[in-house]
């Protein structure tokens, strides 16, 4: 059972650092968070991602977490299950919040993450994420957003330069 209860744990703080890297952009460290062959499969009320491979998850996850965007995820409630030495499956509960600079659109909401995650080398990752949204809300907004600060600005959107 100690072994087991040191995989939960090892699972919970891979699952905090995904949402952590997702938010501040972090792609590098996204890289070591999926197996090369993960699947994602998110059903929202107004889109549904899905995307097989970890460098096609990651160059996603680029185009959407960057400057253009402000993004909150907060994964609570982790019921997770360890079958073997190297399986585990996990339900998250997610709130969350993300605004789309570009488009003027702030969506909120909350869903079920079930995850799949292998364990390689010692290192737990996440080979299957899906979720459906238990709600979601989007709302569009005028004028300039009102944020006194802004983490993912310093992430510069895809294509564009880098000076320097």
């Known amino acids: 059972m100690t072994l087991r209860l040191e995989d939960i744990e090892l699972i919970r703080r891979l699952k905090y650092r995904y949402w952590r890297c997702l938010d501040t952009g972090d792609i590098a460290g996204l890289r070591d968070v999926f197996t090369d062959d993960i699947t994602v499969d998110y ?4 889109y549904r991602w899905q995307i097989a491979g970890r460098e096609q998850v990651l160059q996603s996850i680029a185009g959407s977490f960057n400057a253009n965007s402000v993004a909150c995820h907060t994964g609570h409630h982790p019921e997770i299950d360890v079958q073997t030495e190297t399986t585990a499956s996990g339900i998250w509960y997610l709130t969350d919040v993300f605004i789309n ?3 003027k ?4 909401g909350s869903a079920l993450y079930r995850d799949k ?3 390689a080398g010692g290192q737990w990752r996440i080979a299957e994420s899906v979720y459906e949204r238990l709600y979601e809300e989007v709302e569009p907004y005028t004028g300039a957003a009102k944020l006194t600060a802004h983490w993912l600005a310093r992430v510069p959107p895809p294509g564009a330069r880098k000076h320097g």
Not at 43 to 46: C, H, L, T
Not at 105 to 108: A, E, S
């Open 43 to 46: 059903i929202g009320g107004s």
């Open 101 to 103: 600079l570009a488009e």
């Open 105 to 108: 659109l702030r969506t909120t």
């Open 117 to 119: 995650y292998l364990k």
